[in-house]
């Protein structure tokens, strides 16, 4: 498995602020995902951040809003730019591990309202 | 592309009931089939997996069959705890591509 953590857990910003997401794993890894799951829907990617190269953005998100950051193989950053209130959503941190073939492990979620 | 189609929900159930939550996928070659389940006010935590057809997951009471032929992982509990009370997403990962179901939310009551 892998331990993930995530700071804040959640915070209430005010419309027009930006707020950035820290992701911990315990150990290295190459492939870093952060999701949004909206309130009572699934989890969509936006984008696959992995070390030494450019994030890459799924269809309808954009760098410009979603800036990331992976410094290392154990840190990742997503902010949330310019926000609205749209972008009230839990924000979650994901890395990927060799387990008897790849599997997907999640942080605990950022929590973000936006007033 | 590839989709997972889970049973939509709620589903409430009395404790120690029987629990089927149903999963369907489309998908082209091996994918890896999951459970992930999400308590109220966390993240998603990995329940159990399957690698291959016929395989078998289990983990806290919960199995899931990878059923080829059926295209299908269905999770099943024989005896249901309030304590099951969560959102449970079926998943599948083919060649790093991770695709989710829309999330079953199931209430447990005493």
């Known amino acids: 498995s892998a331990v993930i953590s995530q700071k804040p857990s959640r915070d209430i910003c005010q419309r027009g602020t930006s707020l950035t997401i820290q992701c911990q794993v315990d150990?290295?890894?190459?492939?870093m995902f952060w999701y949004r799951q909206q309130p009572g829907q699934s989890l969509t990617l936006i984008a696959t951040?992995?070390?030494?190269?450019?994030?890459?953005?799924e269809s309808g998100f954009v760098i410009d809003k979603f800036p990331i950051s992976r410094p290392n193989l154990t840190f990742s950053t997503l902010t949330v730019s310019n926000l609205s209130p749209e972008d009230s959503s839990i924000y979650l941190c994901?890395?990927?591990?060799?387990?008897?073939?790849?599997?997907?492990?999640f942080g605990p979620g950022t929590r973000l309202t936006v007033l | 592309g590839d989709s997972v189609t889970q049973m939509e929900g709620p589903v409430t159930l009395s404790e120690e009931a029987f629990l089927t939550i149903n999963c369907t996928y489309t998908?082209?070659?091996?994918?890896?089939l999951f459970w992930y389940v999400q308590y109220p006010g966390e993240g998603l935590q990995l329940l159990l997996k399957a690698t291959k057809a016929d395989d078998k997951g289990s983990n806290k009471g919960f199995e899931a069959t990878y059923r080829k032929e059926t295209t299908s992982f269905h999770l099943e509990k024989g005896s249901v705890q309030v304590s099951d009370s969560a959102v449970y997403f079926c998943a599948l990962n083919n060649n790093n591509d991770m695709r989710f179901g829309a999330g079953t939310r199931l209430t447990v009551k005493p």
């Open positions: 994901s890395v990927l591990r060799q387990d008897r073939g790849y599997t997907q492990y």
């Open positions: 150990s290295q890894v190459t492939m």
């Open positions: 998908a082209t070659g091996y994918p890896s």
């Open positions: 951040a992995n070390q030494g190269s450019e994030a890459t953005y």
